[in-house]
Every structure is written in structure tokens, then in C-alpha cells.
Nanobody, 126 residues
Framework: QVQLVESRGGLVQAGGSLRLSCAASGLTFGTYTMGWFRQAPGKEREFVAAISVGGSVTTYADSVKGRFTISRDNAKNTVYLQMNSLKPEDTAVYYC???????????????????WGQGTQVTVSS
């Protein structure tokens, strides 16, 4: 049984930082592209970042480029999302996801992923 478990999010002031982690089990982690998505109230789930199986290639949504960093530790079966310079518009439920295929354009779409975590709330106050 595949499980993706995100760390607890939290409340942070604008301009602050937060690091999310997502621990995977039940799959061969090092063969999966990993992604982060988010969903704000009343909005559709949107792509945030993705990382290739080996960690050498990453891609980001324009809205977070330069502020967020995705990374992974295959020895720990964990993917991370370091979020800096947070803005109120970053407030959302954040989800990690695992994709059995490579880091292609499809990795920026919800349908491109096989497994999802339960989500964790991140709230940025102004």
C-alpha cells in the first residue's frame, strides 16, 4: 500500500519561511518523479514544483520560482519543499504526489500523478 505523508504545515508571517517534507512508503521511491501541488480555498489544485527521479532536474510554477526549492533524499524516501519569502497568496493546502513516469510536461498536471498525500495546510498571514 502506497502512502505519502506530508509533514505538518503551519502559520507563518509574510516574508517568512517554512519547509515541508513528504515521506513515501510502499513504492520504489527512487523510480518516481515527485511533485508538489497546492489548492487554495475556492480554487483548483495547481502545480507548484516537481523533481526528477535522481534529483538533478527540477521545474517550478512561475508564481514560486526563485522562492521555493524542491529537493529529495532517495535514501530517506522523502521529498522536501523549502518555501522562502512567503506571501499571503501562498496560503493553501499543499499536496505531494508521486509519478511513475519521468519529468515531462505531463508532470505539471494533476492527471500525471499516480499517488497523492493527504495534504497539509499552510497559512501565510499579512
Amino acid at each position: 500500500q502506497v502512502q505519502l505523508v506530508e509533514s505538518r504545515g503551519g502559520l507563518v508571517q509574510a516574508g517568512g519561511s517554512l519547509r515541508l517534507s513528504c515521506a513515501a512508503s510502499g513504492l520504489t521511491f527512487g523510480t518516481y518523479t515527485m511533485g508538489w501541488f497546492r489548492q487554495a480555498p475556492g480554487k483548483e489544485r495547481e502545480f507548484v514544483a516537481a523533481i526528477s527521479v535522481g534529483g538533478s532536474v527540477t521545474t517550478y510554477a512561475d508564481s514560486v520560482k526563485g522562492r521555493f526549492t524542491i529537493s529529495r533524499d532517495n535514501a530517506k524516501n522523502t521529498v522536501y519543499l523549502q518555501m522562502n519569502s512567503l506571501k499571503p497568496e501562498d496560503t493553501a493546502v499543499y499536496y505531494c504526489a508521486a509519478r511513475a513516469r519521468g519529468l515531462t510536461a505531463q508532470a505539471m498536471g494533476i492527471s500525471g500523478y499516480n499517488y497523492w498525500g493527504q495534504g497539509t495546510q499552510v497559512t501565510v498571514s499579512s
